[in-house]
């Protein structure tokens, strides 16, 4: 049966995609739609990912395996896709208890251990069948929360229930917390994680930072197969001590980093926020970086110089290719975009490494 399901796989992953660029970037939406407008907060220094499964399997023939995930590095370390990349997707759609078609994409906030895994289904109904699925897979109301449910108690470890191919328990055998809010399950080690997403006062999409990258990824070419976003902290110029982020109180630590943006710097202004994308367009992959400003004025600048930076930090992989988006009342969206070559994105990853390494010229705009 469940093979069976993989057969239509393909299909359904490309009309899912269709879809996407009818449009524009529909699943990178409904993920944003459950994030938070916290990701781009100042005091936020976590890195937000996503990817779109339903453009990877279509890039590899229909399927989700283990060549497929040489692409969709943002969101390593989630364990609905360490799972799915070590067992591949029969054997991980009988662990999950759910067909992987019905999957359109993931998403991850956090850090562990209070990391959430989103799971972004088709439709509220293939959500809603998985979510009731869960009882037969051990799954029970955890305590007092309302519409959670959980396989164990928080933090719990049972090594004679590991299994690598089943995202619910994986090579540790750990416990499981799940919630469903329509057409997306939230999913994280602990309950408490869920606090900041089920709290939050706005969504990311909703917010003017969140409405002006979207609409500077959606002017490029192209459906985005995976993206980190996050907030202007990982660009701060040097006139700001980063332990103060780490030490200080919530309030000293915003004040320091409003003090920070908006003084005197040799570059332009530091944005509001960031994503970093992999498109896939037309004449194959793109790397875009989106940097959210008030104006377009400033935005055209800090597009200038983050090409520059580009350049500088990245002469071998490809030159960028600076550009502004308006978007209105939302505020402007600086963009560069490098061209990639082949089945990988070389340039994207190579930003990666640059943000993980805490060393990505072009999003510290206002330094040089």
């Known amino acids: 049966m469940m093979r069976h399901g993989l057969t239509v796989a393909a299909a359904l992953m490309c009309g899912q995609s269709a879809l996407a660029q009818e449009s524009g970037d529909a699943s990178l939406r409904a993920a944003l739609t459950v994030l ?3 990701v781009f907060a100042p005091t936020h220094s976590d890195l937000t990912s996503f990817l779109d499964l339903s453009l990877l399997a279509e890039l590899h023939s229909g399927r989700l395996d283990r060549p497929a995930f040489q692409r969709g590095q943002a969101v390593s370390g989630l364990r609905p896709v360490d799972a799915l990349a070590m067992a591949g997707p029969e054997e991980w759609s009988m662990a999950a208890g759910t067909d992987i078609a019905n999957l359109r994409f993931v998403a991850g906030y956090g850090q562990p251990p209070n990391q959430v895994a989103i799971w972004g289904f088709s439709d509220e109904a293939a959500a809603s069948d998985a979510f009731a699925g869960l009882t037969e897979r051990g799954f029970s109301p955890f305590g007092t929360l309302p519409g959670v449910v959980a396989n164990g108690e928080p933090g719990q470890m049972d090594m004679s229930a590991r299994n690598p191919a089943d995202p619910w328990r994986g ?8 919630t469903q809010r ?3 399950f939230l999913h994280a080690d602990l309950p408490d994680a869920f606090a900041p997403i089920l709290g939050a006062a706005s969504s990311a999409e909703a917010s003017p930072t969140g409405a002006a990258l979207l609409a500077g990824l959606e002017a490029q070419e192209g459906v985005t197969v995976q993206a980190m976003l996050f907030g202007p902290s990982l660009g701060l110029h040097s006139g700001i001590d980063p332990s103060v ?3 200080a109180t919530p309030d000293k630590a915003i004040a320091a980093i409003e003090e920070a943006m908006t003084a005197p710097v040799p570059g332009v202004p530091l944005y509001s926020g960031a994503i970093l ?3 896939q367009g037309a004449g194959g992959p793109v790397m875009v970086l989106a940097l959210a400003y008030s104006d377009c004025a400033t935005a055209e600048a800090a597009a200038a110089q983050a090409a520059a930076l580009w350049s500088e930090s990245a002469p071998d992989i490809g030159a960028a290719v600076p550009s502004h988006v308006d978007a209105g009342a939302s505020g402007c969206a600086a963009v560069i975009s490098v061209a990639g070559d082949g089945e990988v994105n070389a340039p994207f990853d190579r930003a990666v490494r640059g943000i993980f390494q805490r060393d990505l010229l072009p999003i510290r705009v206002s330094m040089e």
């Open 171 to 178: 090579m540790l055998g750990k416990s499981s917390f799940v």
């Open 182 to 184: 329509g057409a997306i």
């Open 36 to 38: 938070p407008a916290e």
């Open 277 to 279: 994308a992999d498109l």
């Open 245 to 247: 982020l780490m030490t």
